[in-house]
């Protein structure tokens, strides 16, 4: 960390901050500037608080030189993390494509999907048993219910399956998933984070609306603070002025991510930009942004067609989308 | 709600929408324009998802008329709500001043800045027992000790308490705080909301960084249609580009969130600038807007500054702050 | 245009607005709902300021149906629009890749810069000879030099060339321009677009950074009105919360404009990221987005690299970059 | 300037670098960290462009200690400026209210409104003559006819005028205006506020929808760096995610812009919330949160309403808020 000293600050002010950053173990370079000194702190910096340091009347500013995040920090696990969920490997060149519901409605509505999309090559499927809505007065999900109907979907495709947890309480419904999906808006639910790294099982830790990249990384890091390492990160639109797209997708977070940590990055176009139209062109991108698999919503049921997202796709839909996903994929190895 | 067509839309797809906006109980008003037709629809809309509808390939936008939170919703209660703390009321003109610092630390600490704030003028004695960090690295505060400390200031000073709850599970450690806060982080924490609306207590609701006030008054909906009506809500600072200032506090939310809701709206101004300089001119500024009260950070020991945080005030500054604003609501009130 | 009433509104108040819309000329539809009235309006609702309306008392809200660009409304021009730039064509599944250094420095500079990028693929040249720089003490671009510069480049390569403008004053030095750049800080500027709008030439449009696509496509608007009707438009980052990337590129743009317009979009994801690593990653998403070209920095000096952006490519980094991107056009096209 | 080097960097690199700052004549301090090693620079930074240094291989992470504005910046200038336009002064303690129609529409409006705003407690007459409308097919404004109206206003109540200038070849229509206004649009339109450099008049800026508060800084000193010091700061609202109302009024930006520099600040409420309503609970915020004066619109024809915009006031409604406004400042001055 850097401090920078504001002109003119009583010699006596400065000496007292020295003395109590050298009191907390670390030490204290300092330069003479010609407007301000600064002050250069060596050793361990992330037990500091830089809000309070910042917000003392002699300090002009701080800069932070190293991460806040390890266990999540690539510079300390240079090599791409490769997870295995269910048998299925994601990260280190291996690509995954996540398919299926929004909401599990049925047995036979959760078994058809799951055939039709592995057909067209998914790996993984996808569906949600607890709905976070909005409003209180949506459909919540079927719950454990809904959980059934997924497990009863593995058991007869083989498909390992991925679905949200709302409350650390229902973890023991969750034990059979292979994968647990933490949504966008719990990725500060620092009470939920911390029962996950008690377990052994992949995470699929989803960006908040209004969080950087550096808070998504904070929140694997509770995660794997708590002994659980297996995240994988999930980029699925930030909020933004712009009202066209329900979200602004971010795929820029690809490649800057990539550079920050050594854990995989899905990217979840569906819920991104809301409209199924732009799923697949989104898809495209961020394959050949470099993701390392992609979630996608897929529905079964043309009749019905108004029980499923706006941001859904027909089988017929999936199937062309993870066709192209796989040229691309093709093209940039060849 | 309003539903438009697009233009050359199959007669027969606009009819099944037709039919199936019927068969859920609404009555469909259809007028024709020169490039669109389009529906109105009469009944209650809110079990409607709109983000289904505007997804159908015939529908060009959709316009929500009715609001979809119905016990916030100052139409159906166009007194204001007043509040009872623990004796002290807000909203419908009363004002309630709530000061304390960010962590309690000690029994003596905490005493005595209950002790100086009711000096200064403040009505409730707020301090942090679980505290939300982005790093799993930093302090998580006291916990139920913290609890039990406020209890005892609380006994010291005869001042109602409140304090963040972070987990539904602690809810019987909260049994004698006497208004519960939900963070920021956790206003979509719906899990939450939706015990903290089985009990009897008053809820203090922050405004999420990113989340909108619509959002905001949806999250008190979810605390109210489980029963508990006693929300007062919180806006303190939003996320936006600006990098000056931690965040931007939005005090137009006051007036207008009174337009639509008759909730009481109180700002935290010491969260929202992030700098203690500028929770004086915030402090007026809300009181000047019509905001209910005001919730600020104070410390006590000037000796160990550096453990209080840059955004808090000490006593003198807090006695300032207090008596400006009495003037304030002076000025305004002859 | 949906006029949505409140409940319970003085008729005589809803009358006389009834009146003034028709005496504009329109027609209006009145629906009765449960809680409001809505007032459909029929004919051309572009003259009426939606705000002013909105204002009302008596108002609760409205929706406008039409969109209030035509010229560049795809609705009225179903057919891509395809742009000829000196004999280089873009759009309507043309793409052409623009390359070139921030800033024009000298012959050699751009002659050899020129060459180097021909040969890679690019088929437009681009450099800054007016340069709009944050502070008044930056170098501000060779200005006329640096025009004339372009233009030996072009005479030696046979490559068109663009560069940005900043004033209307200085159009006749850009008469031998093939396009004309006009930068995100200006693309409000009206008093310039309407000088555009006279001339016949293209116009390489820049999205601001805080600008919806809707104001970019008022925007073009502005130019087409004044007759000039070939436009191409460009996405070049929004401004975010995200620090980590200098702004957020929205490549969900792509598909989106393309929904609402018939004209060209390239991207710039050199200005977007503000990083030469990203710059990859971000050109092959927008390629497998469905842009129709891309405009990249290019610096041709490793000794004096400290002069050119951090945003730029080598020539090696660039040929590899046109390399990928025709891998995916070629894996798309299959 | 401080510049992060990172870990393991080329010691020749390093050095190359050490040297080419040298040769631009500053000073280079060393200290070694536990991971970083980092260059502290003296002398003036402001010439080297931190985005080229911060893009180089070997750098982590750089910060500049100094603020590039140096003309606009209160460390050199630690009074308040105070701005004499037209005989009334702004700023160091004289505040001042700014009040006028959106449009200039005939001479009775104009007079009409003058001296109502007068007799309420205005001292500067606005109004637009120049309109900058996102859409080309809205009314422009009444332009050079629309000016002088307006000086037959100050003719007639004594009242000095301040409008808009939307293209710099109009600045010889605005040689009898008395402050001339720079739009949010126009904040980075560099070549205006260089010509605006030149002329020895008060400028109200306003701040960019999008721009930070360091841009409308650098935007200040663009204008004091050709020669005139004359520029009063006018915060209109940002751009955020929030939709009930046109754009978050920054209130903050008062007391932070206020360390930062020495220049008046003045708020304009009307256009920030784009609802009349908000007007006055943000007039009386902003005088209480320190500003240096307001600038309000007031139409004066019930009649003709609609043709008013959305948040412009009644001339009551406008001397209600002036006189609430004048109970504030005697309040706090107590």
């Not at 500091?48 to 991460?67: F, P, Q, Y």
């Not at 297996?230 to 990539?258: H, M, Q, V």
Request: charged share 25%.
């Amino acid at each position: 960390m850097i401090i920078v000293i504001k002109k003119d600050s009583p010699e006596k002010q400065v000496n007292n901050l020295i003395s109590w950053i050298e009191s907390q173990g670390l030490r204290v370079h300092i330069s003479e500037g010609e407007y301000n000194s600064v002050l250069g702190l060596i050793g361990d910096t992330n037990k500091l608080d830089a809000d309070l340091i910042s917000g003392l009347d002699i300090v002009e500013a701080i800069k932070k030189v190293s991460d806040p995040f390890k266990k999540a920090n690539r510079k300390f696990h240079p090599e791409d993390m490769v997870i295995d969920v269910g048998g299925v490997k994601i990260g280190g060149g291996n690509f995954a494509i996540m398919a299926g519901p929004c909401s599990v409605e049925s047995d036979k509505q959760i078994i058809e999907i799951a055939k039709s999309v592995k057909k067209s090559g998914a790996t993984l499927l996808r569906g949600g048993a607890f709905k976070p809505r909005t409003s209180p007065y949506d459909f919540q999900g079927l719950k454990a219910e809904g959980i059934d109907l997924l497990l009863k979907a593995k058991k007869e495709t083989g498909m390992p399956i991925v679905t949200e947890i709302m409350n650390a309480n229902h973890l023991p419904m969750f034990e059979e998933v292979d994968m647990i999906q933490v949504g966008a808006r719990n990725m500060q639910n620092f009470e939920l984070l911390k029962e996950l790294g008690k377990i052994d099982k992949p995470i699929l830790l989803k960006r908040g609306l209004a969080n950087t990249m550096k808070e998504l990384l904070m929140s694997a890091e509770y995660i794997m603070a708590g002994g659980n390492e297996k995240i994988i990160l999930c980029e699925r639109g930030i909020r933004t002025f712009e009202t066209y797209t329900r979200n602004t997708l971010d795929l820029s977070a690809i490649p800057t991510l990539k550079e920050y940590t050594h854990l995989p990055i899905v990217i979840d176009p569906s819920h991104a930009t809301g409209v199924s139209k732009l799923v697949k062109p989104m898809s495209l991108a961020a394959t050949a942004a470099g993701a390392d698999g992609l979630i996608i919503e897929v529905h079964n049921d043309p009749q019905h067609a108004l029980c499923d997202g706006a941001q859904s796709l027909t089988p017929e839909q999936f199937d062309d989308v993870a066709c192209s996903v796989q040229k691309i994929r093709k093209a940039l190895k060849d």
